[in-house]
């Protein structure tokens, strides 16, 4: 049986690629942590990332992610919306982040009737593209299968195509979610 791998491995191995020591990274969306400790990895040491989420659950999980690996003291867990990315992140690091990422959709074994929206997601992804250095990426994994969430993924797809001059996507489908992988280009001066 030929069976397609998980698009969260995908993400990861696409990251690594993307990162260095020293780099600046973001998890728009940090859950339960598998996303903040990969980053925290690809840029150590010298690196530092933002990690983002409204619950004391996923940011918790997140924190014993990273004590466990040594790697705590590289990552600013913020308790809020990815929507406020901007205001949270200082602005030294404007213009000088490597990748952000976000992982649509709502806590693995949390409570399904917190998830992410369309309306925030793409506040945040607006805030993206000012934090991101040109030659940056831009990574979103958006589950379609909860209440909300095939609309949500369908207003990141547009706001992508809006974008298409400064963005340069790839598309993952899957049965489930969808990954839109992207570039940032800046136009030249």
Not at 81 to 89: E, F, K, S, V, Y
Not at 111 to 125: E, F, G, N, P, V
Not at 132 to 141: K, R, T
Not at 149 to 178: K, N
């Amino acid at each position: 049986m030929n069976r397609q791998r998980p698009l969260t491995h995908l993400v990861h191995e696409l990251l690594a690629l993307a990162l260095q020591p020293g780099d600046r990274a973001v998890d728009a969306t940090a859950g339960n942590g598998h996303d903040t400790l990969h980053l925290a990895q690809q840029v150590s040491p010298g690196g530092c990332v933002y990690a983002f989420d409204v619950q004391h659950r996923a940011l918790d999980a997140t924190a014993g992610k990273l004590y466990a690996a040594g790697l705590r003291d590289n990552v600013n867990l913020c308790r809020t919306g990815h929507q406020d990315m901007l205001q949270r992140i200082p602005a030294a690091w404007h213009g000088r982040v490597a990748a952000i990422t976000f992982n649509l959709g709502y806590l693995p074994g949390g409570d399904k009737q917190i998830t992410t929206a369309a309306t925030s997601t793409l506040a945040a992804l607006e805030q993206s593209l000012q934090l991101l250095q040109n030659g940056g990426v831009l990574s979103v994994l958006a589950y379609r299968g909860h209440p909300g969430g095939a609309q949500e993924a369908d207003a990141v797809q547009r706001w992508l195509e809006e974008h298409a001059d400064q963005l340069e996507c790839q598309v993952y489908e899957s049965p489930g979610p969808v990954l839109l992988y992207c570039t940032l280009h800046r136009p030249s001066a």
